[in-house]
């Protein structure tokens, strides 16, 4: 909800929400607002600070349009102030257009207009990690390992090209047509692919065995792209379906940059049990934190997914969390849980440290803006701002060569719950999967 402070802002603000013709009006109401400005700073109870910067903001304004030697549109100038104002003031604060803020809502429901790949970007290109069954890249016959070396006639080797513009070239309209130039096997041939509405899964899984000397154990591989506004609804019905055959849970968040507060805040629901503390939350109205609680009942969040005995499996099942060093925000909430509550160890390497929360404030004609409005600590108050969360385990760098790391000391088997073997089998995962510690975009 809007504080006064933020209704006097957005009030000002609205004033250059107009359509072109109506800019004189606007300069007069600047005009106006300059000449009762003064009465509002003085008698308006509590608007001093805010209204001596919207007076500043109104007269830069208004020098920019007069003098500033490139002439600007009254649409492009105010773009430019609102965005210059969010960023400077906040570093995750993004003002977003009307077409950017349903691009992002669009995004948040996992859902785009593209060929259906998910990609890696290397130098010549962007290598194919994977091809959405029913997609325009599934019946052009594209593959895992594919290399698109161009769109159209857009290059994706040159160096020039921003990252976001050359994805932006295998998107568009809904049946629209891309012609790709694609490198397989050292042959270079085109496909011309359809666009086509993708809902874009942000959890995949599989199941895998690992032999030690004494038995065979089944673990359950969960990969978390991000986290969408159905991402724990997707995890639940991906471990309903293979909870009851596996010994042991991996938790991949490498890459993860996070997403949906409240989706990972279930998600950690999931695993712990009623009463753990989830997150301690900083706000200007709770400078000292207020403790976010496991309190859902499991019964009634889940039942639709998950069985009683499956719900209680999940809280005591070995369990490991991987992380890297682009693993930010709700994936860093999320592994923290599970750390400081004991419920699951974390592999991999230091996390990002992104621990604020954004939120979104609409305005007029369909436009935002996200701004900080708090910041999270650990169950146990550890900072994640600027840190991180600190792996249990980092492998060895020969953890990725055919050699296996060595795991025989008590202190760390003890760590993993006695699960010597889920430790090994996760170094291993390291070994076989590389694509599961890359962070992949879709266009």
């Keep these: 909800m ?45 608007f001093l600070g805010v209204d001596t910067v919207a007076l500043d903001t109104a007269k830069v304004i208004r020098l920019i349009d007069g003098y500033y030697v490139e002439q600007m549109t009254p649409e492009a100038l105010r773009e430019q102030v609102l965005s210059g104002v969010t960023t400077q003031v906040d570093r995750y604060a993004r003002f977003m257009t009307a077409e950017e803020n349903q691009a992002m809502q669009k995004d948040m429901n996992a859902e785009y207009v593209g060929i259906g790949v998910t990609v890696n970007e290397a130098p010549a290109g962007f290598v194919v990690r994977d091809v959405f069954a029913g ?86 591989y969960f990969v978390i792209d991000e986290f969408k506004t159905q991402t724990d609804t997707e995890l639940a019905r991906q471990l309903a379906a293979q909870i009851d055959r596996i010994d042991g849970l991996v938790l991949d968040l490498t890459g993860n940059p996070g997403g949906v507060l409240g989706v990972a805040t279930r998600m950690a629901e999931l695993f712990l049990k009623r009463g753990d503390t ?6 200007r109205d709770n400078p000292d934190g207020e403790a976010v609680v496991a309190n859902r009942d499991k019964t009634d969040a889940w039942r639709e997914h998950l069985t009683l005995a499956q719900l209680a499996k999940l809280e005591t099942l070995p369990m490991i969390v991987m992380v890297n060093g682009n693993s930010a925000s709700a994936s860093e909430l999320l592994s923290g849980a599970l750390q400081d509550n004991g419920r699951a160890k974390v592999f991999g390497a230091q996390t990002f440290g992104k621990g604020s929360v954004q939120s979104i404030f609409d ?5 935002a803006v ?69 962070n992949a975009v879709r266009p």
């Design 278 to 283: 989830l997150y301690w939350l900083v706000s």
């Design 370 to 438: 996200t701004l900080t409005t708090a910041r999270y600590l650990t169950p146990n108050r550890h900072t994640v701002e600027g840190v991180g969360i600190k792996p249990d385990y980092v492998p060895a760098r020969k953890a990725a060569r055919a050699s296996f790391p060595d795991f025989d000391t008590d202190t760390f088997v003890d760590a993993f719950f006695n699960a010597k073997w889920l430790v090994q089998a996760t170094a291993k995962l390291f070994e076989v999967d590389p694509v599961a510690a890359n």
């Design 2 to 46: 809007f504080i006064p402070e933020r209704a006097v802002m957005s009030r000002l603000l609205s004033w250059f929400i107009t359509p072109r013709h109506r800019w004189p009006i606007v300069r007069q109401r600047l005009i106006g607002f300059l000449l009762g400005g003064a009465f509002v700073a003085v008698y308006g109870y509590g």
């Design 135 to 220: 997609s325009g890249a599934a019946e052009a016959g594209l593959r895992r390992g594919d290399l698109l070396l161009r769109a159209g006639k857009l290059d994706f080797a040159r160096r020039d090209v921003e990252h976001e513009v050359k994805l932006a070239a295998m998107k568009g309209e809904v049946g629209t047509l891309v012609t790709l130039a694609v490198r397989r096997d050292g042959q270079v041939f085109e496909r011309q692919v359809t666009r086509k509405t993708v809902i874009f899964p942000s959890v995949r899984s599989d199941v895998f065995t690992y032999q030690n000397k004494h038995n065979a154990k089944r673990v359950g």
């Design 363 to 367: 305005l007029p004609n369909g436009e």
